[in-house]
């Protein structure tokens, strides 16, 4: 088991490499000279030079990319260009909006998708398992930005139930932190859980299916306890993967929540970076994510041998 | 694989003698009729799409004004039957610019469906045929994969002067790594089938069995993919518009006209709400398209998902 763990840690280490290659190369991939483009129209040779050095366009690539990297092991993500403040300070700032929305998002999705998917399937090709797919198309078609207007036009706008915008920390009280972010939560999580709840509902068709949901039917378990004790949980290895890789959607999707919902977050700053061609700021927000969610899928991995204990590697 | 017919080297050269003709004349439309019963989500979607298609090729024929053209004095009019879609804050009308906008939306789904495709295409067979090189391909696709599709384009088109083209681009590199672990996972598993096996035998070259026996394969789960892709480009294009990092403001696309709307959401919510409509719509219409195909190509992965 630990000699699974480390192996499966170890693993992660070369494709976290190739993702920081990719991040740092990206700015290479554009045509022309990036020094130009981030300084804009009407910038001077000396401003041209000026971001030339600090982004050491004037040195050779592997030099810069071992220098870049030996930083970002030591917490150094760079300076922005814009404020000259450290990139991982800025960071720092606006991780806790961001990973309250994640988090928050994640638990209410689960909570709606699982037992959506679970009821479809219970009730396969019923006027309730119709609806429950229907929604799922649908939630997966609406953008989530779409969904976060109607949803703070019809409770926010017309019922006045909940603030429009804005964010309010977790440490100046429980309630005024929810208010300001389930909004937000709910519009970031539609696809997600259309996601989930497809997949789970495929998942149990199959496994419903099996001679022993049969047997505990036989047997006279009720209907909740072959549901929820002897299918879900032998439906649960494919869930889990796909609320791992539901995370990416998530987390493209925080981006443009955080701009509709006004939530100062690490999607904010990516905006206003672009705007401004923050360059090292984009990259340490994209880095910071994309590892995130290699480290997401690890744990997703590691977390199959606890579901399924047939898995061993 | 049900859609595809193998053909085998050996029946290349004895053809078969024609059949006797003794069937009565397929009634062809009346089997189009029921392969569109039979299958509502592609006719549906197939039908919106239509409609959205001819709606992006006529623009200028549907009573829209020139969507960029500026009217100051005309800010902010609410919907009526001058303005069906009511005027945004520099008094353009807003449903010039929605009409015209699908064009942006189909071009840059179309798009990126089809580079997205063949450049897949191209990586997954050179991956899935070239074993030296398999490894290496699939760690940097995976790579590409654990950067969130939405978060690398936005990191491409951040270091490009907004186009569309710069769009499509960022986009489809975005979205080739799904289509070439798609391509090579079903050449892995066709390379040691018989059949191909037997052509190798035979003396066929590899292009030969990559256009004979393999791409045929692949074209029913690509179809599917690509349907999903140009749904998931439309919806990452109005993303980057409506973040100010996508199609330029000159050309409206449903992103940027929101992106627009959004200052004054609030007290105008008809210049957010119709571009809004019509890419739920549109996405809507893809995704259905998408999943009647995939239930029509590949009954077994319409059971699982």
Known sequence: ?313 | MSVVTQTDPLSQTTAAPPLPDILPPPKQRGRIMRFYVGHPAIAIGGLLIGIMVLIAVCAPLLGTVDPTALAPAKRTRPPSALYWFGTDMLGRDVYSRVIYGTRVSIVVGGAVALLASAIGMLIGLISGFTRWLDPIIMRIMDGMMSIPSVLLAIALVAFTRGSIQNVIIAITLAEVPRVARLVRGVVLSLRDQPYVEAAVTAGSRTPMIIWRHIMPNTLAPMTVQATYICASAMITEAILSFIGAGTPTTTPSWGNIMAEGRALWQVKPYIVFFPAVFLSITVLAVNLLGDGLRDALDPRLAKRL
């Open chain 1, 1 to 313: 088991m630990i000699g699974y763990i480390s192996r499966r840690v170890l693993a992660t280490i070369p494709v976290m490499l190739i993702v920081a290659a990719l991040v740092f190369s990206l700015l290479y991939f554009t045509p022309g000279d990036p020094a130009a483009i981030i300084a804009g129209d009407q910038a001077s040779a000396e401003d041209l030079a000026r971001i030339r050095t600090a982004l050491g366009l004037d040195r050779p690539f592997l030099t810069r990319f071992g220098e870049w990297l030996w930083n970002v092991l030591h917490g150094d993500l760079g300076t922005s260009i814009f404020t000259n403040l450290p990139v991982s300070r800025l960071i720092g700032e606006r991780l806790e909006p961001t990973i309250s929305l994640m988090i928050l998002t994640l638990v209410l999705s689960l909570m709606v998708a699982v037992p959506m998917g679970v009821i479809a399937a219970w009730k396969q090709g019923s006027l309730l398992d119709r609806a429950i797919m229907g929604f799922a198309v649908m939630g997966f078609s609406v953008p989530v930005f779409v969904v976060g207007y109607l949803l703070a036009y019809i409770f926010a706008l017309q019922l006045e139930w909940l603030p429009v915008q804005g964010y309010t920390p977790l440490a100046q009280g429980f309630w005024p932190f929810l208010q300001h972010l389930i909004l937000s939560s709910i519009a970031l999580g539609t696809a997600y859980v259309a996601l989930i709840a497809r997949v789970t509902r495929a998942t149990m068709l199959e496994v419903l299916s099996q001679d022993y949901v049969r047997t505990a039917k036989a047997k006279g378990l009720g209907q909740r306890a072959v549901l929820f004790v002897h299918a879900l949980k032998n439906a649960a290895v494919p869930i889990v993967t796909v609320v791992g890789i539901g995370v990416a959607v998530l987390m493209g999707g925080a981006v443009v929540t955080e701009s509709v919902f006004a939530i100062p977050g690490l999607g904010r700053l990516i905006v206003d970076a672009i705007l401004r061609r923050d360059y090292p700021v984009i990259q340490g927000v994209v880095l910071l994510f994309s590892l995130t969610y290699v480290v997401v899928n690890l744990v997703v991995d590691l977390l199959y041998t606890v579901l399924d204990p047939r898995i061993r590697y």
